[in-house]
């Protein structure tokens, strides 16, 4: 049976219901195209099931046959993993999106792959919880992709990234078996740990169905500054000096020249403070208490580098600080189409990458211009490249800057993940021998390789 038989589509639909199998082109196309647009793929069919047990059954009719199917969920990925670009069946997992009730007891929550990151925030911080992981693409991305893609976000470097928020999965495997962990034991130590496996597999070992998350109290009192700096060295130094001595500090995000040009324009407000600076720093802070003046003491210790600072108290004023660090990515894709690269280099070589890093990508292509941002507390810097006009900028561009990255002993991968986008370069950082051990897992897991066969492993 092949993906595009009539047949297979009947099938389908015995399972999820008519709706739910989608097979004309214009229905489809939505789900083939990327957030950025640079990766346009085609599928015959999207099937949308609606709870695990329809999961289950359209993964074991798939591999029965052995059609390769990709899971997707809010399809926001940067990496062309959301994609089918091969002509995989697209398998949407949206409709799972039961959010349950909090447990305020274990302090958890037990949440469909299919709930966005913002349904879920809204339900737990009714009951004075977060979800420890926040990011600008909350409103259309999913639990289940998140998971997949171990997001990582702004507040990394105080709960860690998505691995660390999960305490259980529900997964269905490839043979359409349903594994569920979701008890909520804090400690467990009964063998292989398989939501640490499946987060970061980007739907290439399991489809993953629900999750049981932890939860953070809710920390009402949050102050955030924009500080501006001569020189990125300023900024570095002074984000290492917060880091040690701000135990409240809750994101810590820089933007660099090019970037705040960019996004002032496109919201259309002035750099507040500033304005011909080289680096900016995006620093919130929060507490059960007010941390204002734990803030102010840290910033009168770093007086010496700080050119100027806008501090903002209320929801409001934050909300416009915050402004220019999220509306980047939006302010880039209006222009065109980026190759968007997401790297972590160690804090000690930072500073070095960040001024080196536009000369690498002039000398691959000299018509390029390149954006740098990024979540600086966690050495996480986004070097995101345009070619000219907008275009797509040289395929040159990738390996100069990833190799230069993996020479200063940095990964290609901070928190996008490998996708399509980068599967060629995954040897950069990852040692033959690991590959080979990575396959050997897939080839456990997923034996008839239909999950995501496109994915993260080149061929
Ligand atoms: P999708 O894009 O649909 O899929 C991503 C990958 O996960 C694919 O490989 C897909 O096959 C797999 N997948 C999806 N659902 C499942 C499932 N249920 N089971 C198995 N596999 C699955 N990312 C960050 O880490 N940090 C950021 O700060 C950040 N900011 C962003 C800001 C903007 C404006 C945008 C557009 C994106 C941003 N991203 C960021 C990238 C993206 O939002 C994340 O990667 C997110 O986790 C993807 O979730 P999704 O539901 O959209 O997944
Ligand atoms: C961000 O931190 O804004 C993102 O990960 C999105 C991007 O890289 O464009
Ligand atoms: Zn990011």
Redesign the pocket.
């Known amino acids: 049976m092949i993906a595009s038989s009539p047949e297979l589509a009947k099938a389908l639909r015995n399972i999820v219901g008519h709706e739910h199998v989608l097979t004309e082109n214009d229905l489809t196309t939505g789900y083939s195209v990327d957030w950025t647009g640079r990766f346009v793929g085609s599928t015959p069919i999207v099937v949308r099931p609606g709870n695990t047990e329809q999961t289950a059954s359209v993964v074991k009719l798939l591999n029965k046959y052995a059609i390769p199917l990709v899971p997707q969920g809010g399809n926001t990925g ?1 990496v062309g993993g959301s994609i089918p670009m091969s002509g995989e069946v697209l398998l949407s997992l949206k409709r799972l999106n039961t959010v349950e009730p909090v447990d305020g007891l274990a302090l958890q929550l037990t949440v469909g792959a299919g709930a966005t990151l913002a349904e879920t925030q809204e339900h737990v911080r009714n009951h004075n919880f977060e979800i420890g992981v926040d ?2 693409a909350r409103d259309s991305c999913t639990i289940g992709g998140m998971i997949a893609t171990n997001a990582g976000g702004i507040n990394v470097l105080r709960y860690g990234a998505m691995r660390e928020q999960l305490i259980g999965v529900e997964a269905v495997m490839s043979d359409g078996t349903v594994i569920k962990h979701l008890e909520g034991l804090e400690k467990d130590n009964t063998g292989y740990h398989l939501p640490s496996l499946l987060a970061g597999s980007e739907g290439t070992l399991a489809v993953i169905t629900k999750a049981r998350l932890r939860l953070r109290p809710r920390l009402q009192e949050k102050v955030t500054a924009l500080i501006a700096f001569e020189s990125v060295h300023d900024a570095v130094e002074v984000a290492t000096r917060l880091r040690q001595q701000l135990p409240s500090l809750h994101a810590l995000e820089a933007i660099f020249s090019s970037a705040m040009s960019l996004v002032s324009s496109h919201i259309g407000t002035q750099v507040p403070i500033g304005p011909n600076g080289n680096a900016w720093l995006l620093v919130e802070v929060a507490s059960g208490t007010d941390p204002f003046e734990e803030f102010q003491q840290a910033l009168e210790n770093c007086d010496d580098v700080i050119v100027d600072v806008a501090v903002a108290i209320d929801d409001r004023s934050r909300g416009k600080l915050w402004r220019f660090r999220e509306q ?2 939006e302010a880039i894709a209006v222009i065109g189409t980026p190759h ?1 690269l ?1 790297i972590t280099i160690g804090l000690a070589r930072l500073e070095k990458f960040i001024n080196e890093i536009p000369e690498v990508v002039k000398h691959a292509d000299p018509n390029s211009s390149t954006y740098l941002f ?2 600086l507390g966690d050495g996480n810097v ?1 070097v ?1 490249v345009l070619g000219k006009d907008g275009g797509e900028p040289s395929n040159v561009v990738e390996s100069a800057v990833l190799s230069y990255v993996a020479s200063l002993g940095g990964s290609i991968s901070a ?2 993940g490998i996708g399509t986008a980068k599967k060629s370069y995954l040897h950069l950082n990852r040692t033959s021998d690991e590959i080979r051990f990575f396959r050997n897992i897939k080839k456990a897991l997923d034996p008839n390789n239909i999950m995501h066969p496109n994915c993260l492993l080149s061929d």
């Open positions: 940067l990011l600008a980047i990515t968007k997401d990024g979540h986004h995101n928190e996008h």
